[in-house]
């Protein structure tokens, strides 16, 4: 191989190495690029989660709020139930001294 050729040989392969770069930086570029709609689409997407979550501290608020209320709702149940009982067993155990003070 003479001068010449191996000139053109080597200007043959950094060719071929520099069209092979340009081509992969294209690929590169071409995959990896972010469209306007795409951000448009993450943005919108963005918002929605940002709403939903509101939504779902809101939800979470109201039903902590509201077990609150149905849980003192229930112990005033519980307490009004427990004096009635008591109640009525006071009544019972009257009914039954009046009853065993009744001539037969």
């Known amino acids: 191989m003479n001068r010449t050729e191996f000139i053109i040989t080597t200007a043959i392969i ?3 190495a520099f069209a092979m770069g340009w081509f992969a930086n294209w690929l590169v570029h071409r995959f990896t690029r972010v469209r306007q ?3 448009a689409d993450l943005d919108r997407m963005s918002q929605e989660l940002h709403e939903a979550e509101e939504t779902r501290d809101q939800a979470i608020t109201y ?3 509201r077990e609150a209320e149905l849980t003192n709702q ?3 149940t519980e ?3 427990r004096a ?3 109640g009525l067993r006071e009544a019972r155990r009257e009914a039954e001294e009046m009853r065993s003070q009744l001539p037969h």
């Open 84 to 86: 009635a009982m008591e």
């Open 14 to 16: 950094l060719f071929a």
């Open 37 to 39: 709609s795409d951000v």
């Open 79 to 81: 307490a009004e139930l």
């Open 63 to 65: 039903l902590q709020q």
């Open 74 to 76: 229930l112990t005033q």
